[in-house]
């Protein structure tokens, strides 16, 4: 089946650092979105992106993807402690009305001791 | 509107109890799904629901019961449930070309005893 490999699987970033993760897949996706999620939460939708090569900015963050559309990576300037928890990358075909979602492992960003 | 509410929040039950999770969205996407997630894992598809009809059932036991009443409305009934199906029961939708993208509840943590 498909699979998407993120990294790393997990980091420490101390305030004012830029952090960057990414995703890379055997397969081609239509659209790629990255998503953040709290302990007990559900994941929050970042960033979409749905054309290759697109590059976009909320905020701090940024993300693009990949030529290929077989990745996709996700910067976070400037981190601040409310920055941790747990992203996924996922990437998404569509057939008729459903999406074929696949996520990734996840990255979990946690604040330097 | 662009959230999928979830209800409850919470929810403990016992091994014979009968209890159903609830969600809605107003977005007017025609796709809901149902996910389980454990703690650090990605969340896991269970069911599709695509014009209110079930269109994938991926391989879930039968005390999990999944109703579409209608096109803003998704329910999951659970009967005689096992320890291990404790977990965070997420909610989404989706439809292609939104631009609210493939949108997630905030869940419900099960807890079985």
């Known amino acids: 089946g498909q699979q998407l490999n993120q990294s790393p699987q997990s980091m420490f970033i101390q305030e004012g650092e830029d952090v960057s993760m990414n995703c890379t897949s055997s397969?081609?996706?239509?659209?790629w979105l990255w998503y953040k999620q709290d302990p007990g939460e559900g994941p929050v939708l970042l960033i979409a992106?749905?054309?290759?090569?697109e590059l976009t900015s909320n905020g701090r963050l940024t993300a693009q993807f990949g030529i290929t559309r077989k990745d996709s990576f996700l910067n976070i300037s400037a981190s601040i402690p409310s920055d941790v928890g747990i992203y996924f990358c996922?990437?998404?075909?569509?057939?008729?009305?459903?999406?074929?979602?696949?996520f990734g492992k996840g990255t979990k960003l946690s604040v330097k001791p | 509107d662009t959230e999928v509410t979830q209800t409850p929040k919470h929810l403990v039950m016992g091994m014979t109890n009968k209890k159903s999770l609830k969600c809605e969205q107003h977005?007017?996407?025609?796709?809901m799904y149902w996910y389980k997630q454990k703690a650090k894992k990605p969340p896991e598809l269970m069911f599709v629901?695509?014009?209110?009809?079930?269109?994938i059932n991926e391989s879930v036991p039968s005390r999990f019961s999944p109703e579409c009443p209608n096109s803003s409305l998704l329910n999951l009934h659970l009967h005689a449930l096992q320890p291990e199906d404790s977990a965070l029961y997420l909610c989404?939708?989706?439809?292609?070309?939104?631009?609210?993208?493939?949108?997630f509840g905030s869940g419900t943590r099960l807890t079985v005893v």
């Open positions: 989404a939708s989706s439809d292609r070309g939104s631009l609210s993208g493939y949108t």
């Open positions: 397969s081609i996706f239509n659209t």
């Open positions: 992106l749905y054309k290759a090569g």
């Open positions: 996922a990437g998404l075909n569509y057939g008729g009305s459903q999406g074929n979602l696949i």
């Open positions: 977005m007017g996407h025609r796709a």
């Open positions: 629901y695509s014009y209110e009809k079930l269109s």
